[in-house]
């Protein structure tokens, strides 16, 4: 079993639209996680970490599910500019980094 | 501010050679690692270090070699090309342990290398 798993997609959306998708990873006892974006041929770059509790940035909200070890990308008012691959990045208490193969969104005009 | 510079980028090899793959960090981070990216998979540790003269073992190490004689560079050698090591490879480096700091991990742009 992968360590970290993520719907491969593609999320094929419109502009406006919302979209969202998660993460689940099979260490209970994982500790910090995270979202990098990814474009086409090109690196990694950090997206936003995600935190117990929630957090925001801008139209990007991740959520952190413990119980059900998830983590979530939700995307509000889609852009063009969002078309890309989410990778999620989950770090464990052994100080292990483990990527996700990612999951493509395709924003459409 | 060069980051990490990753060479070349695009390479094609035929079974059985060698090759290594530049990776130079102007930053002076102490930790870099090499991953590689496959249809479908996350990305996978090949080798990392943690300072000079110190190299360790990733997830995938078969076929690969490293060296870390300075702060700076941290090549990766591929000793006899396969067509199972087709793949992108990116160089990373972070001025700290990984693990508390993804924040400040630094990819280089990635190399594209096909093994025929």
């Known amino acids: 079993r992968k360590e970290v798993e993520q719907d491969p997609g593609p999320f094929n959306v419109p502009e406006g639209a919302t979209v969202a998708f998660n993460c689940t990873y099979s260490?209970?006892?994982?500790?910090?996680f995270f979202w990098y974006r990814q474009d086409c041929r090109k690196e990694p770059k950090l997206l936003m970490s995600?935190?117990?509790s929630g957090n925001e940035d801008g139209r990007f909200t991740a959520q952190l599910n413990r119980a059900s070890q998830y983590i979530s990308l939700l995307i509000r008012d889609s852009k063009l500019s969002d078309s890309a691959t989410y990778l999620c990045?989950?770090?464990?208490?052994?100080?292990?980094?483990?990527f996700g193969a990612g999951t493509t969104v395709t924003v459409r005009a | 501010n060069a980051g990490v510079t990753q060479t070349p980028k695009f390479q094609v090899l035929k079974t059985g050679q060698s090759m290594t793959l530049q990776c130079a960090q102007d930053?002076?981070?102490?930790?870099m690692s090499w991953y590689r990216q496959d249809p479908g998979m996350g990305l996978r540790l090949i080798h990392y270090?943690?300072?000079?003269?110190?190299?360790d073992q990733g997830e995938v190490p078969n076929g690969y070699n490293v060296s870390r004689s300075t702060t700076e560079d941290f090549p990766l050698r591929l000793l006899s090309a396969a067509p199972s090591q087709t793949s992108v490879y990116f160089c990373a480096s972070s001025p700290g342990p990984v693990v508390v700091s993804t924040r400040a991990i630094y990819f280089g742009e990635g190399s594209w290398l096909t093994v025929v």
């Open positions: 260490n209970s006892a994982s500790q910090s």
């Open positions: 995600v935190y117990s």
């Open positions: 990045v989950v770090i464990s208490n052994d100080y292990k980094l483990s």
């Open positions: 930053m002076n981070h102490e930790y």
């Open positions: 270090s943690v300072g000079a003269g110190i190299t």
